[in-house]
């Protein structure tokens, strides 16, 4: 949230001369002189000798009240101030400084009405209306506020703190484009303005432009550099550009200047995890929790964290006790889930995985279709239903399989799936009709998505239906495949190392093709299932010869498929290639990650899912150099 930045919340007010006793007065002017020296304990003495013998003097009330503002005693200036408006109540200082002593008593109802008070008495009273948009701010009330703002920026445009203040309200009523422009008056004003420059850098968060952002949020930092708001949403900002590393200076700045502020921890374990610095991140997270016990945010993130260092069973109960904070969080319920399934509780974690359709980029893709959403209650004998894909293209390749046992059970089944995928899941037993997402679906009964089928069927270990081979590869295309890969004098292994770059957690799973530099073909001959090459592997790429590469040649999975059949083993880290050799029941050796997703499960070298898949695990977390040295003394072994 944006930092206010009233100005001149109390003010001094001049004498009002009364006609005091002489020794009074001269008490007073005393007083006054030291005030103003800033020799404060002075002062208030003698301002408190003067209200022992005259306890109505209203400057020596009102002075005094300015006084314990300054020392930031707010209930005593409330007391002092109170009196001196009883005094006078036609005195528009008295009531301001009144008003400014109850806002930071955080009574902002009673500051707006003395504020207003001092408005009625002073017209032109610009302070006054800054303030009490100020405490309209905090009552949420950002019209009224905005209003308050303007009315003081009407009275003295060169005001920079109304300005910045103005575009606070804007921001929480989520006008970005306003605020923006209320900010840069700011700065305009006072270039100098470290809050403007953090707040204008919150609302270009909030527009989708972290990178404008991190440069405000730097420069609010150089023009203050103990600005721990400015801090701690610069590494905000530099998280959300991937800058992990630059992120974690400055939330370690923001924690040096407030080691015990708990969302600094929390924070600073999000970077951390980012790193893959993952047991230092459990570290931040659990001091977040010291700090602020039960605080969800810190208990999901935890959750997430522990597995990375094989710690499942401590994740599920910091997710049950996230949950006990927010019993309908659908993220903590999703969470809950993955870990569950991946764990093999498959009972528990289907029902939990639903809550999905809740979350982030589920609930936007989630289909509103008129016929009724199937979860295994109804008969489909005689019916039709839709299956469709929800998520990537390996989850189409693995729960397509639903297909063939919901057929068995009477129903006309039709498959909504990627184009990439239309011509191979037409070989899929028990599917009626393949349809490419975009093109017009006929009429149904029912419809269910590929990743709630588990749930709908009732899938526990004992139970998935693991076919050896439930795909097939076009005939036509296999003979053009062994054509073009030419005579077979050699074994031929498929490698696959990269998935997709969008999909949010790549970075644990592909690995960089020069880590494969010591798997070089002798009694063997590799063949690349990528697509594309990516930048980061041109180099490493150019420098293996021995790699047959086919890339634009692969125009579907159904050529893909082709070219799996035509070899004898195929090798890929966990994406729609390993997924696509189990479904052909091609021999996969797979490639995981210490903290592997859910559908692998934990410490096996076999899957239930893939009778064909061979599963090779880091055994430290980003130990890819481990994986690849045992990968190499099997396929030293097949000689």
């Known amino acids: 949230m944006g930092k206010q930045s009233p100005r001149n919340r109390h003010q001094q007010g001049r004498a009002a001369g009364t006609a005091a006793p002489q020794p009074v007065a001269t008490l007073f002017q005393q007083a006054l002189a030291l005030h103003q020296q800033e020799k404060l304990d002075q002062a208030a003495a003698i301002y408190k000798q003067i209200l022992r013998g005259q306890p109505a003097h209203p400057d020596a009330l009102l002075f005094l009240g300015h006084l314990h503002l300054q020392r930031g005693q707010a209930p005593l200036a409330a007391e002092v101030l109170g009196k001196a408006v009883a005094v006078n109540p036609q005195h528009p200082v008295a009531q301001f400084n009144l008003g400014t002593a109850l806002f930071r008593m955080l009574r902002y109802a009673d500051a707006i009405a003395r504020f207003d008070a001092a408005i009625r008495l002073k017209p032109d009273y610009a302070e006054a209306f800054n303030n009490r948009g100020s405490a309209q701010q905090n009552l949420d009330r950002h019209e009224d506020a905005i209003a308050s703002f303007n009315r003081a920026i009407a009275l003295r445009p060169d005001d920079d703190f109304a300005h910045n203040n103005r575009g606070i309200s804007q921001q929480r009523l989520g006008q970005h484009a306003e ?14 303005n470290g809050v403007a420059r953090n707040n204008r850098g919150i609302s270009l968060l ?6 404008e952002a991190a440069e405000e949020f730097r420069r609010a930092r150089e023009l203050q550099p103990d600005y721990f708001d400015a801090c701690i949403n610069h590494g905000i900002a530099l998280s959300c550009l991937g800058r992990h590393a630059e992120a974690l200076e400055s939330i370690d700045r923001a924690l040096a200047l407030r080691p015990d502020n708990g969302l600094v921890h929390n924070n600073r374990g999000m970077a951390l995890m980012h790193l893959g610095r993952y047991a230092e991140a459990v570290a931040s997270f659990e001091r977040c929790l010291e700090r602020i016990p039960n605080y969800f945010e810190a208990l999901n993130n935890l959750g997430l ?3 990375y260092l094989g710690r499942q069973p401590e994740a599920l109960a910091r997710f049950r006790q996230a949950l006990a904070v927010q019993p309908d969080n659908a993220t903590a319920h999703y969470n809950l889930g993955m870990c569950l399934l991946q764990t093999g509780q498959y009972a528990a974690g289907w029902p939990e995985f639903e809550w999905r359709w809740q979350t982030g980029q589920y609930a936007v893709a989630k289909r509103d279709l008129a016929p009724p959403l199937w979860l295994g209650r109804e008969t489909l004998h005689g019916r039709t239903i839709l299956l469709h894909a929800e998520q990537g293209l390996g989850d189409t390749l693995q729960f397509c399989r639903y297909a063939t046992q919901l057929a068995a059970h009477g129903a006309t089944v039709l498959l909504e799936a ?9 070989t899929l037993d028990g599917v009626s009709r393949v349809i490419a997402q975009g093109e017009a679906l006929p ?15 009732a899938t526990d270990l004992a139970n998935i239906p693991a076919a050896p081979r439930y795909l097939a590869a076009d005939a036509d295309r296999r003979t053009a495949w062994r054509a073009r890969l030419g005579e077979r004098t050699r074994p031929r292994i498929g490698l696959a190392w990269a ?15 020069a880590d494969f530099a010591d798997l070089k073909p002798g009694n063997f001959g590799l063949v690349s299932l990528q697509k594309e090459i990516r930048p980061s592997d041109q180099a490493a790429f150019a420098a293996r010869s021995d790699i047959v590469h086919f890339g634009e040649e692969l125009h579907d999975f159904a050529d893909t498929a082709a070219l799996i059949d035509e070899l004898d083993l195929v090798i890929s880290v966990d994406t729609a290639v390993a997924h696509l050799a189990g479904a052909l029941g091609k021999p996969v050796w797979l490639l995981l990650p ?4 859910w559908r692998w499960l934990l410490e096996r070298n076999d899957s239930p899912w893939y009778p064909s898949a061979r599963l090779f695990r880091q055994a430290q977390p980003g130990d890819w150099h481990g994986v690849i040295a045992r990968l190499a003394d099997e396929l030293a072994a097949l000689r």
């Not at 209320?182 to 270039?191: E, G, K, T, V, Y």
């Not at 998935?499 to 093709?513: P, Q, Y």
């Open 305 to 307: 964290a522990l597995p």
């Open 206 to 211: 909030y527009q989708g432009a972290p990178d």
């Open 179 to 192: 605020a923006i422009a209320s900010f840069d008056q700011a700065i305009r004003l006072n270039p100098r």
């Open 499 to 513: 998935g997709n770059t969008a999909f949010g957690n790549d970075h644990n799973r592909s690995i960089a093709l």
């Open 443 to 457: 009429a149904f009964d029912y419809h269910c998505p590929l990743l709630s089928l588990p749930l709908a069927c």
């Open 594 to 597: 210490y903290n592997p997703d």
């Open 418 to 426: 990627q184009p990439a995928l239309k011509s191979l899941l037409g």
